[in-house]
């Protein structure tokens, strides 16, 4: 564990799904289960939420049979762009073993 | 309530995300609202679903402030397109007033 936190120093159960392909995200996630986590979180931004929806469900249909669905939370993040308010939908996505 | 059984055999309170714009479902979820129903289901599958997510929080966060998040499903829908098995992940969020 402690030369993991080495390597990045946000949470380690959390997968940030963006612009990389599914299955790099996939495997981001039944590495952390296979590191003895018990709950990861699969989070996302706009477009990148339907990806993380289908990394969620490959993780537990294809290859983590235990694994499940915990929780599904939907959100708005607010942001300022050149002093212009915009919003992006969020997505957090707990799966649990 | 009786003349808009007519207009379509779908549940009235569904509605299914595609490739319309998004305030097209906005005011469908609206509308929904509008005329009485306590509960309105979101759902789309595939890359539609970033859109029903910001079709669900447009509604609640822009448009009816009492309207709140009740459950938020993922699944996976399988197919069979010409003898192959595909696999697409659908949404189902449940909005209610």
């Given at each position: 564990m402690a030369e993991k936190k080495e390597e990045s120093n946000?949470?380690?159960?959390v997968i940030y799904v963006g612009k990389k392909p599914l299955m790099s995200y996939v495997l981001a996630v039944i590495t952390q289960f296979g590191a003895g986590q018990k709950e990861v979180h699969v989070k996302a931004r706009g477009r990148a939420i339907s990806k993380a929806v289908d990394v969620a469900e490959i993780v537990r249909r294809?290859?983590?049979?235990e694994v499940s669905i915990k929780e599904v939370k939907i959100d708005t993040e607010e942001r300022e762009v050149e002093g212009k308010k915009t919003y992006v939908s969020t997505i957090d996505i707990t799966l649990t073993k």
């Open positions: 946000q949470a380690e159960n294809r290859f983590i049979n």
